[in-house]
């Protein structure tokens, strides 16, 4: 995960500018920076490996595209994680629904062993039965460490509403995992 503070803030304000000012390297430690906490959250938000990379691709595309609109007086984490978020939100709506086989089982029962690869599956299958803003917010606050007031500027909407999202979220990821019917 990328840091988050002053000296950070300072290090993408000085990558963001040089990117401006046409030293296109610079938009490589941008990358190097973000790639990997931003393919978590579109990983974590698609559950699916090769859209969460065509989302983070699609992301830095777009961030190298309209860097010019960044504004330097805020965080540049929170526009980048922003434009994750969105990017992952449009890419569930273009999804196009499936319909289940009936409970069919096409994996072997698990080995005592992948009780924890299990385990996880579980989560990625409840945390998919999640709205994607619900998602959104359980990733950002779970899987990446955010506090209330980062995912409310991600996510662009009052604290009070990511905090009331959180728990509806929890409450149904609780319910989802206590019955694994659902």
């Known amino acids: 995960m990328t840091t988050r503070g002053a000296a950070a803030d300072e290090l993408d304000r000085a990558a963001v500018g040089r990117c401006?000012?046409?030293?296109?390297?610079?938009?490589?430690?941008?990358?190097?920076?973000?790639?990997?906490?931003?393919?978590?959250?579109?990983?974590r938000m698609l559950h699916h490996l090769q859209d969460a990379e065509d989302a983070t691709q699609t992301v830095f595309l777009n961030a190298f595209l309209r860097l010019g609109t960044y504004d330097p007086k805020y965080r540049f984490f929170s526009w980048i994680y922003r434009m994750t978020v969105n990017e992952c939100l449009n890419a569930l709506k273009r999804r196009k629904t499936t319909v289940p086989l009936d409970g069919l089982t096409l994996r072997a029962p698990a080995a005592p062993f992948d009780r924890t690869v299990e385990a996880a599956d579980r989560v990625g299958h409840a945390l998919m039965g999640l709205t994607p803003?619900?998602?959104?917010?359980?990733?950002?606050?779970?899987?990446?460490?955010?506090?209330?007031?980062?995912?409310?500027?991600?996510?662009?909407i009052p604290v009070q509403t990511v905090k009331s999202r959180l728990f509806t979220a929890r409450e149904r990821l609780r319910d989802a995992l206590r019955d694994p019917e659902r």
């Open 20 to 43: 401006l000012t046409g030293q296109g390297d610079a938009f490589g430690d941008i990358v190097e920076r973000y790639h990997r906490p931003l393919f978590n959250v579109a990983l």
């Open 133 to 156: 803003d619900d998602r959104a917010v359980v990733v950002l606050q779970h899987f990446v460490s955010f506090s209330y007031q980062e995912i409310a500027d991600v996510m662009e």
